[in-house]
């Protein structure tokens, strides 16, 4: 079989929201059983049929890098967690609907992996100072998920949903809201699957088909992987970084 082409895509959150679980679903389409705390980083890989039932389909490979740690770290471990921020080509931005503070520090997150270049200044960034002009000439493709939507009470549904659509508004992307422990929130032909699957569609048009892929180009698998990752298969090993 030939070897097939690949994009890279991180997934941010806050530790405990529910990234490795949401990456498990994706990559295996089964519930993670016993999820474990991510140290440094933990990469999966998912197929993905591009342009699905068109003349133009294609199969490619999406890498999932599932990056621990806090927003709140320390400068010196921002500095070497960069390393995972490079040569990316999307970004899975992950939190915790029943945790305001999760949700809001997706402003974060999203500062340090697409300001990777520029040192840390250590201002608190938050939805009430964010500006959107920030990321006006941003290219990467970003995708808002959502976790323990069935732990929200009915009554509170409506307004909690709200304020994340408007969480996924500034950043110019879609969002998807669901339980990483119910596989039927992915469900083939289901709204989710839909945003997925143009969310990763966007990603490879970035890549292969855009004037401007070039700049996120990906190096090969084995040289765009730190040395202490193997390939082993559809799924790779965890990658401990001790700061």
Known sequence: MAAL??????????????????????????????????????????????????????????????VGGSVDAATSVKRTRAVFYKLLNGIILVHDLTNKKSS???????????NRDVPPT???????????????DNQIPLLVIGTNLDHIPETKRNEVLTRTAFLAE???????NLDCTNPRFLAAGSSNAVKLSRFFDKVIEKR???RDGSQFCMMPFSSSLPSSLRYEGKSLPSMEMIA
Do not use: M
């Open 208 to 210: 292969y088909f855009s």
């Open 5 to 66: 082409d690949r994009v890279k895509v991180l997934v941010l959150g806050d530790s405990g929201v529910g990234k490795s679980s949401l990456v498990h679903l994706l990559c295996h389409n089964q519930v993670l059983g016993n999820p474990s705390w991510t140290v440094g980083c933990s990469v999966e890989v998912r197929i993905h049929d591009y342009k699905e039932g068109t003349p133009e389909e294609k199969t490619y490979y999406i890498e999932l890098w599932d």
């Open 122 to 136: 250590g201002v608190l960034v938050t939805n009430r100072d964010y500006d959107r002009e920030q990321f006006a």
């Open 104 to 114: 809001q520090n997706l402003y974060r997150w999203s500062l340090e992996a697409l």
């Open 170 to 176: 500034d950043f110019n992307a879609e969002e998807i």
